[in-house]
């Protein structure tokens, strides 16, 4: 449990220091990213911010696991 926690403190203590730069990144507002506006209702999905986010995790996991 300690080798999953330890580590994801860390990652959200980065990510954490780094939202001021992460922030300006346009994730969120990318073509495919699903959004609908009605009177009452707001509905977003972000369809290609998701797969991006996927893309990027799946390639770092494979290059940290070897």
């Known amino acids: 449990m300690q080798r999953v926690l330890i580590p994801a403190g860390l ?3 980065v990510a ?3 939202w001021p ?3 300006r ?3 969120g507002r990318l ?3 699903i959004s609908i506006s009605r009177p ?3 509905i977003f ?3 290609t911010t998701l797969i991006l986010v996927s893309l990027l995790l799946s390639l770092l996991f494979r290059f940290f696991r070897k």
Do not use: H, I, N, Y
């Open 21 to 23: 730069v992460l922030s």
């Open 11 to 13: 990652a959200l203590l």
């Open 31 to 33: 073509p495919g990213d």
């Open 25 to 27: 990144l346009p994730l």
């Open 40 to 42: 009452g209702v707001k």
């Open 45 to 47: 999905f972000p369809l």
């Open 16 to 18: 954490g220091l780094c």
